[in-house]
């Protein structure tokens, strides 16, 4: 059946008012926590009704939710998008840990810190994040399965390495909140930089993986 321009007209509008939703829910927890984040302040940053906004959303959690998936998503490509920079080597392994340490000490890493602290003292939120939350570290494991040569670190060798990256950057953008010392995460940032290559490529990823490399290579060939 042939869509009228009007209804094409209202369906625009309505994927408009949706995607004001999601960045306005977005600033509204960055600006002022996930507590103080109600649905009205979301309405008027997005400048909605609020009628408008239980249409798409009918329940709070329902709009955390999805601006949720859509921060992971978003910052999935971005990391998509700057990983395959090093692979072709327009980027070399310092900028990926530059760019790292700045996901994960700015508006990405707050906003969701502040969703997964409220999770675990709200069951249901966090039973409908966890499969969120899921997928984006599936998509992100797929990822650096592709970061390291194959012939030098299989698949696992891979994942653990670059996890090991997030975790650290993770934990320092924790340590942000109540640290506020330039210095000490810029000599934490260079220690990692000097290390990232030497385990990628060199003799400290050889004796990390030593004697389980081979047994390593063996699950990477079944999986």
Known sequence: MKVSRSERQ???RSVATYERLIAATLDVIYDVGYHAATTQEIAARAKVSRGALLYHFPARADIILAAMERLLEDGTAEIRTVTRHVQDGSLSLEGFVDFLWALFSGRFFYLSLE???EARNDPELRNRMIPVVKRFHEALDANWVEF???EKRPARQARIILN?????????GVQTVLR???AYFRDMIGAWKAVLPQIVNGPIGDTMFGAR??????????A
């Open 148 to 150: 390291c040569d194959p």
């Open 180 to 182: 506020q010392d330039p």
């Open 164 to 172: 090991l990256t997030v975790c650290l950057m993770r934990g320092m």
């Open 115 to 117: 969703m997964i602290t």
């Open 213 to 222: 490399a081979a047994a390593g290579c063996a699950n990477d060939a079944m």
């Open 10 to 12: 209202q369906q625009a």
